[in-house]
C-alpha cells in the first residue's frame, strides 16, 4: 500500500503560479509512475500530466502543456505539480496518483490515489 497525500493548493488570480506536493508514504514510491488528475464540479476527472518512477519520461493534456510541470524528488518520496499562468478553467480539485506502470494518461493504469487539494482560480 502507498498513502498519498497532496499539499499547495488554494486560492489565486489568474496568471498565477501554485506548487502542488504529492506526498508518499513509502520508499518504494521511487519504484511508482506518477500522475496528476484533476476533477471540476459537474465534470469527470481528468488527466493533467504523469512521470515516469525515474523521472526520465513525462507527459502532459494539450491544456497543460507549456504552463504546468511534473516532478519527483524520489529521496523526499514526493512528486510535484508546478502551475504557472493559471487560467479560471484550472478550477479543480487536484488529485496525485501512482501505479507500477508508466501508461501516461491511462487513468485505470493507476492503483493509489490521494484525497486531493483544491486549487481555485479567480478572475
Known amino acids: 500500500q502507498v498513502q498519498l497525500v497532496e499539499s499547495g493548493g488554494g486560492l489565486v488570480q489568474a496568471g498565477g503560479s501554485l506548487r502542488l506536493s504529492c506526498a508518499a508514504s513509502?520508499?518504494?514510491?521511487?519504484?511508482?509512475?506518477v500522475g496528476w488528475f484533476r476533477q471540476a464540479p459537474g465534470k469527470e476527472r481528468e488527466f493533467v500530466a504523469a512521470?515516469?518512477?525515474?523521472?526520465?519520461?513525462?507527459c502532459y493534456a494539450d491544456s497543460v502543456k507549456g504552463r504546468f510541470t511534473i516532478s519527483r524528488d524520489n529521496a523526499k518520496n514526493t512528486a510535484y505539480l508546478q502551475m504557472n499562468s493559471l487560467q479560471l478553467e484550472d478550477t479543480a480539485v487536484y488529485y496525485c496518483?501512482?501505479?507500477?506502470?508508466?501508461?501516461?494518461?491511462?487513468?485505470?493504469?493507476?492503483?493509489?490515489w490521494g484525497q486531493g487539494t483544491q486549487v481555485t482560480v479567480s478572475s
Open positions: 513509502r520508499r518504494t514510491f521511487s519504484r511508482y509512475a
Open positions: 512521470i515516469r518512477w525515474s523521472g526520465s519520461s513525462t
Open positions: 496518483a501512482a501505479g507500477e506502470n508508466y501508461y501516461c494518461s491511462a487513468y485505470g493504469s493507476y492503483d493509489y
